[in-house]
């Protein structure tokens, strides 16, 4: 295994010019929605909408406003969060979702089948189905430039930083430092989310400093893995077992007899 990649996404220093966007869309030549023609959605300067097969980055715009000139802009780019114990992964049938040797969940596209079991696994509704080939597409972390020692082309396209690649142990020491600069000057509300564990889902190589609610930003405000709803469902399958197993040692008994 390499070292750990990640990134770390300062949405304080974001100014949504959608140059991630952008390069992601052409490192992967990605396809444009409708043959690049489609309505404007009407929402703020965000026509992106969502993160779907053939958007693996989107920006999102969030206006806080309760009179002209009194509110304030957030924006965040958006994307995989890079789970490292990953629902879709544990989800998926084929093997097509795997980590690879940088801890990122890539999928397969060849192996893909297509069930969209990762699509209903995934918390933050990162994954769709393309309507081009039926296969699950998101994004990779670029993980082609990092074979090749190359920063991913939305980190290398962002202006301001706000994307940042590398290991994501210096990551997180990057972003705790930046959360008590932002504190001492006075932003209280500065976090991070995902960058730890928590009781129901595990840290993302793909984390966030946000300054409000997770939800604001589209964000579940406490993911859930889904697989631990399905403890009871676990127990009661080994009972079932263990009972149908009784039961057939019971008949063989007294077949026996």
């Not at 990551?171 to 430092?177: I, V």
């Not at 793909?206 to 406490?222: E, K, N, Q, T, W």
């Amino acid at each position: 295994m390499a070292e750990p990649m990640g990134f770390f996404t300062d949405t304080t220093v974001c100014i949504g010019c959608k140059a991630c966007e952008v390069a992601c869309k052409e490192w992967n030549q990605l396809p444009a929605e409708n043959g690049g023609i489609r309505e404007l959605s009407g929402d703020s300067y965000d026509n992106t909408r969502q993160l779907d097969g053939i958007h693996w980055r989107h920006v999102r715009f969030v206006e806080q406003f309760t009179a002209p000139y009194q509110g304030r802009w957030l924006m965040m780019s958006d994307v995989c969060k890079h789970c490292v114990t990953a629902p879709c992964q544990q989800a998926c049938p084929t093997g097509a979702l795997i980590h690879t040797e940088f801890d990122n969940v890539y999928i397969q596209p060849d192996i893909c089948n297509g069930c969209a079991y990762c699509v209903a696994a995934c918390p933050f509704g990162v994954i769709t189905r393309s309507a081009l080939d039926g296969h699950a597409h998101k994004c990779t972390l670029c993980y082609d430039r990092q074979r090749d020692g190359l920063v991913p082309a939305c980190a290398k396209a962002c202006p301001t930083q706000s994307i940042q690649f590398g290991p994501i142990d210096a990551l997180r020491e990057r972003a705790r430092a930046r959360v008590e600069q932002l504190h001492q000057r006075g932003v209280p509300g500065a976090y991070l989310y995902g960058d730890a564990p928590s009781a129901t889902y595990s840290a993302l190589n793909s984390f966030y400093l946000l300054i409000d609610r997770p939800s604001v930003y589209g964000l579940p405000d406490a993911p859930f893995n889904p697989w631990l709803h399905m403890k009871g469902d676990y127990i009661r399958a080994i009972a079932s077992g263990v009972v149908a197993i009784a039961v057939f040692l019971s008949v063989l008994f007294l077949l026996g007899r």
